[in-house]
């Protein structure tokens, strides 16, 4: 007979939670079955190697797959008990409600003011001293405002990797999101930077909901509280981070963390 | 499997071998400091004093190599464990030798005249100690939990060995003052070995954790196995 999954479920409020969740790819099935919850004010990695399905998982939250061609979903996702599967849903209130931060930081071609503004003028804010307002608030909060305050009208694209991608960061956080997701939010930082990135997301769990797709499992390690390993699109092991880092129930999750894969 | 994570592995390997052949070292320490002080060897005793040296620096090598995989193979899981363990363990042996000299300095300061009796008890509860240490360092390379219970099994026998040996000692200073100072000497060396033997239950309880996991006191684990 096969074992229970070794799937925990967190302590505490729980945002957002998937029931039984598939993803296909045409006929490719990228995301088996997938049940798992995610803790208000945490930050949740997700890990495995690539093609694992992680990233498509991620992108469940606000409906990012509705954009590829040929991908269907089926099972649930619950945000505050809500299923965002329906055709009833908002879709542009679901992404305010859900951000995202991507690998490689874009920057939109224009200022950064109008890059933070972006959302909140879609919004419908039109007020200029609110925006500024939003616009200081969310690099404050970006960890950004003392690099750039002199410079908000100069283009975003000057800034370096990093302070791109604390601006990408700043622009999520304008609409005032209930979660952030973010998928390899440092793949393309230095050292330096992604330490800085790091920094941020603890000072931002205090107020967001944060789930991260990495492949560095030291940085997996080193800011989450909770751990989910993918493999093959199954969610195999999901548990307290230092559970999966010290001593994981599957052999399989620990075959992975300890590079004895391929 | 990766080159590099077989290299690794090849490390932890060689990791565990380092332990044993200071456990090794160390129980020969222990056994040659028992015989120095049951024959009243001057000569063996001395040179147990002087082979603490040698056992402080494999402890340091150890130590070192231990540092080494961890700054540059960031170890996670199991290997973070055994390395973990490894450096937990290499201080309960750096003790066992400790333990070693002092009884080595104890057979010294009797080596002036002979015992009020043979010594019997005191080698039988020794060769009891070193059974336990070898078996936790055995247990830990073959990562055996078997041997883990062994040990734990043998405490016991050690225990009740140290509590007749102190009944013994105490009733025959009431008896005899004039063998009060051997007998003191006699009563301290079975309290090393004592102490050996509650440092072979640490070695013991570690690598329990390093097998499983989790972190249990050798006595609960004991306990929890008779009830099985």
């Known amino acids: ?262 | 499997m990766l080159r590099t994570r077989r290299a690794f592995d090849e490390e932890l390997a060689e990791l565990k071998q380092e332990l044993l052949r200071m456990g090794a070292f160390v129980e020969s320490m222990l056994d040659r400091a028992v015989c120095a002080l049951a024959q009243h060897d001057v000569n063996l005793a001395k040179q147990v004093v002087r082979d603490d040296d040698t056992a402080d620096d494999m402890d340091l090598d150890i130590e070192q190599h231990c540092m080494r995989l961890l700054a540059l193979q960031q170890p996670m899981s199991r290997d973070l464990r055994t390395i973990g363990t490894v450096m937990k363990v290499i201080a309960d042996v750096e003790r066992v030798g400790d333990y070693s000299v002092d009884i080595a300095r104890t057979a010294l300061a009797l080596a002036d005249r002979p015992y009020f009796k043979e010594l019997v008890d005191l080698p039988r509860m020794a060769a009891a100690v070193g059974d336990m240490h070898r078996l936790a360092l055995q247990a830990l390379v073959h990562e055996d939990l078997d041997l883990v219970d062994q040990v734990a099994a043998k405490d016991d026998e050690v225990d009740r060995m140290w509590g007749g040996l102190l009944q013994e000692l105490i009733e025959i200073m009431e008896q005899r003052p004039e063998v009060v100072r051997q007998a003191v000497h006699l009563l301290l060396a079975a309290r090393y070995l004592e102490r050996i033997a509650d440092h072979a239950v640490n070695i013991a309880e570690r690598v329990a954790y390093m097998v499983t996991g989790e972190f249990a006191q050798l006595t609960e684990r004991h306990k929890a196995t008779i009830i099985e």
């Open chain 1, 1 to 262: 007979m096969e074992r229970p999954r070794p799937i925990l479920r967190p302590e505490g409020p729980i945002v957002v939670e998937t029931v039984g969740l598939n993803v296909h790819y045409g006929s490719f099935h990228a995301l088996r079955e997938v049940s798992a919850a995610f803790a208000a004010n945490h930050i949740t990695a997700l890990i495995g190697p690539s093609g694992c399905g992680k990233s498509t998982y991620l992108r469940c939250f606000n409906r990012m797959n509705d954009l590829i061609e040929g991908a269907r979903v089926s099972g649930q996702v619950l945000l505050e008990g809500e299923d965002v599967n329906t055709p009833e849903t908002d879709v542009v209130e679901l992404r305010r409600r859900v951000g995202m931060v991507f690998q490689a930081p874009n920057p939109f071609p224009m200022s950064i003011f109008d890059n933070i503004a972006y959302g909140p003028r879609l919004q419908g804010v039109r007020e200029h001293s609110r925006l500024e307002e939003i616009v200081e608030r969310s690099l404050r909060a970006a960890a950004l405002w003392d690099e750039v305050k002199d410079k908000l009208r100069q283009t975003a694209i000057a800034l370096s990797g990093g302070q791109q991608q604390r601006m990408c960061i700043a622009r999520a956080l304008a609409v005032e999101p209930e979660i952030l997701l973010m998928d390899e939010p440092c793949s393309a930082l230095d050292p330096t930077a992604t330490f800085h990135i790091e920094e941020l997301m603890l000072e931002l769990k205090q107020r967001y909901t944060i789930i991260i797709v990495t492949h560095n499992m030291y940085q997996a390690s080193r800011v989450s509280d909770y751990t989910g390993f993918f493999l093959l699109g199954e969610l195999i092991e999901y548990d307290r981070t230092e559970k999966i880092f010290e001593g994981p129930a599957d052999p399989r999750t620990d075959d992975y963390i300890r590079g004895r894969f391929g």
